[in-house]
């Protein structure tokens, strides 16, 4: 009763917060082109990491002018655009030169005005939608052989989740929405969905999200001290108005949401079989040995949030490092 006392009015506060904030139809969303005007994304094949071996298979006409994307080319087929069946020099920055094989799907940029560079085709990611949908596959499979019902259910919730966070919180922050507003609203719609969702309507469950819905309020607050991010920054420029702290909080906050969710829910589950063990356990004696297994909780929380930055952090120095080599 009193767990439905106090998660009653938070579910009707979170679908208030969603009429009231959601955005409607922002002509922002996908309104920045991924490339300048005239460009166009293409396909294409790798026949050879030379590229020597497609000299004169397709040169442009009137020859190059300037070799200098050459350097770090391949030679490819393009399959599809204006250019589709033509062998031509595509050029792939070195950081990815080394990967590039035979036969490998590649995602190109197709610039008609470079053709005095070398070549109008310049590599921008590997063709990955086949091996991400066969490992997707193998994972959903996975899940629902160990779990079953469960981690079917746990996947639907996941799917539930990114809904709300791609139709509602990230165009309601386009839509300059108030972000601490954007941000309590929209997990807690998010966490409503995938915790209900894979675990069923329960004392347990309610207590477990009761907990994450505390995380969420204390990681809003300290998320909202602001930021300086260059992503950030550029992206403000893109959309005038746009809060940095806005994207900063939201961020904070859906980063922070599974692993505050796994402790909220591991743990409920920990004192719900310490009580079950034992039923005579008094309740002093269940909440000492509940914060025994909650401090494990925090010490491994602290350093899969530490190692998890740290891998980020290291992947963004290395893409610092290569646009300044650019």
């Known amino acids: 009763v009193v767990l439905a006392a106090i998660m009653g009015p938070i579910v009707v ?12 139809k922002s002509s922002l969303v996908g309104s920045q082109p991924f490339g300048a005007e005239g460009t166009g994304m293409e396909t294409a094949t790798i026949t050879s990491t030379s590229v020597a071996d497609c000299e004169g298979a397709a040169r442009p006409l009137g020859g190059y002018s300037d070799d200098s994307l050459l350097d770090d080319a391949v030679c490819a087929r393009i399959t599809s655009g204006d250019g589709e069946g033509l062998v031509q020099p595509v050029h792939v920055p070195a ?3 080394d990967s590039a094989n035979v036969g490998d799907g590649l995602r190109v940029m197709y610039t008609p005005s470079a053709l005095a560079s070398g070549t109008p085709y310049v590599f921008v990611d590997y063709q990955r939608q086949v091996p991400v949908l066969a ?7 996975l899940v629902v052989a160990v779990a079953g019902r469960r981690g079917a259910l746990s996947v639907l919730g996941l799917i539930l989740a990114t809904c709300v966070l791609m139709f509602f919180m990230i ?16 997990a807690g719609a998010m966490m409503l969905l995938a915790v209900y969702t894979a675990h069923g ?3 347990r469950t309610t207590t477990a999200l009761l907990g994450t819905v505390v995380g ?7 998320s909202l001290w602001g930021a300086n991010e260059e992503s950030a920054l550029t992206l403000a420029s893109l959309v005038p108005g746009l809060s940095l702290r806005a994207l900063l909080t939201c961020g904070m906050v859906v980063a922070g949401l599974g692993v505050l969710n ?7 589950s920990s004192v719900w079989e310490l009580h079950a063990a034992n039923p005579s356990l008094g309740r002093a004696r269940l909440f000492t040995g509940g ?4 401090r494990d909780h925090i010490a491994s929380t602290v350093y899969t949030l530490a190692f998890a930055y740290a891998g980020t952090a290291a992947h963004r120095s290395r893409c610092k490092r290569d646009d300044a080599l650019g």
């Open 171 to 186: 165009p309601a922050l386009l839509d300059l929405a108030p972000p601490m507003w954007v941000a309590l609203v929209g």
């Open 95 to 97: 950081e990815f030169r």
């Open 291 to 294: 914060m025994r297994i909650g």
């Open 13 to 24: 506060a979170t679908l208030v917060g969603l009429v009231v904030l959601w955005p409607g």
């Open 135 to 141: 490992l997707s596959i193998v994972y959903l499979v």
């Open 216 to 222: 969420v309020v204390i990681m809003v607050v300290l």
């Open 262 to 268: 796994d402790v909220t829910i591991t743990q409920a």
């Open 201 to 203: 309507i329960s004392v």
